[in-house]
Structures are given as structure tokens and as C-alpha cells.
């Protein structure tokens, strides 16, 4: 869906909102004139794409319950693809995204569907030479991570028509199943929340006054919104934390 690049570094603050279908449609008129869709939402049939994460954890949930106990300086580790099975061939990137204190930093690479399907296999990336790949699997053995939750969910994403950097995300239809790989041969998603979306806003630099005008009169409220956490929670209900 990108022009793939060998790895890359994004650092940027991170606002989360939770509305209603009634906020949905009163937020995309608010901003209408401020936004427009981004590549990925432009090209889609449908107007929005398919995201899917595969997120490691050790056996403990270490990850998870540091992310529970509010540790502000924390990582997790995903696989994501934007298919849903290996026939699309999708474009996979192998994510570390760290969180400090209020600031993200999302560290990414490519890699193809061999390269996954050789992973899965044998916990090793043939590619010794990327740096996120090695520090991905140094992690994974240090502390023996495990694939533990599947995400997926629509996505429209939007980009300011001022060219200003600032990126929001509408997400709609987020469930979450136990899986130990992106494509499963079998499905039992779980939903996040049945009617409920999640708005996210992402920048580097302060926001518009206009952006934050449009939050203030809608009513909404910054909520925590981790995606890993809700899959583990969601897909997962009878373990004990």
C-alpha cells in the first residue's frame, strides 16, 4: 500500500477518543473543510482499509500488565499486515513501539511474506542486517515473547489539507481473537465494543486552535485506548492478571 523503505523512526504525540455513530458523523462535518483523506483511504474501494496486528507478550504478560500498572516508559512488539490472507500477498511491516511518558516512538520495517512465513517458522529473520529486525528478535529471545493476540480493524484515515503533519484516524469495527499468526485458518473474533469508534489524533507540534475548538464542542474526553491491552482483555477473558 507504500512505497517501502528499508526501516524508519516516527516519534509524535498520541490523542485518543472514543465516540459514538452520532459523534462520527458530526466530527467528519466539523472537519470536513480542515481534512482530506489520506493516500491509503483515497485508493480503497470501501473508504477505509483493513489493519491487522499480531502483538507479542511473554507467557506472564509482562508487556500487558506494565501497560495496566501505568508504566509511562514501555514497548510493544507487532507484526502488521493490510490483508487478510497470504492469496493478497499484503505488505507486512514488523513493528517496536515505545512509549515515553506522553510521547510514542514507533520504530517499522518492510518485509515480505517469505520473510514473515520464515520468521513464524523459526523465531530467526534471515535479514541480519536491519537494525529493527535484529533488535526485534534480541528482544524476543531475551525475554521470550510469544505471539498472543490478533487486532484488526477498518480504518479512515485522514491528513490537515494545510500540510501541517498532523494525521487522525477513525477506526471502526475493532476486534481481537488469541492467534499465534497473522492469518489463522480459523477466525473467532471478539469485539472491542459493538457501536463504538475510535478517534485518534496524531502530530508532532502543538494543535490548530480549530482542531482543538472541534474537540472541545463535541464533547469528547482523552481516553486510554491501547489496542494490545483491550486484545488480551477481550480475547483472552479467563486469565487471571
Given amino acids: 500500500m507504500t512505497e517501502q523503505t528499508p526501516f524508519s523512526t516516527l516519534s509524535r504525540f498520541e490523542r485518543k477518543y472514543r465516540c459514538n455513530s452520532a459523534q462520527y458523523f458530526a466530527l467528519k462535518n466539523a472537519l470536513y473543510s480542515f481534512i482530506q483523506k489520506d493516500h491509503y483511504t483515497l485508493t480503497s474501494p470501501r473508504s477505509s482499509y483493513l489493519v491487522r496486528s499480531l502483538y507479542y507478550d511473554t507467557d506472564d504478560y509482562k508487556l500487558f500488565l506494565e501497560k495496566m500498572g501505568g508504566n509511562s516508559n514501555r514497548i510493544k512488539f507487532r507484526i502488521r499486515t493490510y490483508g487478510n490472507s497470504h492469496a493478497e500477498n499484503p505488505d507486512i511491516r514488523v513493528e517496536l513501539k515505545a512509549r515515553r511518558a506522553n510521547q510514542s516512538i514507533k520504530y517499522s520495517t518492510f518485509i515480505d511474506l517469505e520473510e514473515y512465513l520464515y520468521f513464524i517458522k523459526t523465531n530467526h529473520w534471515e535479514n541480519k542486517l536491519d537494525p529493527i529486525l535484529h533488535e526485534f528478535e534480541r528482544h524476543l529471545h531475551l525475554f521470550n515473547l510469544r505471539p498472543k493476540s490478533l487486532v484488526e480493524y477498518n480504518r479512515e484515515g485522514y491528513q490537515t489539507r494545510d500540510g501541517n503533519n498532523i494525521r487522525l484516524t ?72
Wanted: charged share 15%.
Fill in 170 to 241: 477513525f477506526d471502526h469495527n475493532i476486534r481481537s481473537m488469541h492467534a499465534d499468526q497473522l492469518f489463522p485458518s480459523r477466525v473467532n473474533w471478539q469485539s472491542h465494543y459493538e457501536q463504538g469508534i475510535v478517534f485518534e489524533i496524531k502530530h508532532q507540534d502543538e494543535l490548530p486552535h480549530c482542531l482543538n475548538s472541534v474537540i472541545k464542542s463535541h464533547g469528547l474526553t482523552l481516553v486510554a485506548n491501547s489496542k494490545f491491552a483491550l486484545g488480551i482483555q477481550v480475547s483472552q477473558p479467563d486469565i487471571s492478571f
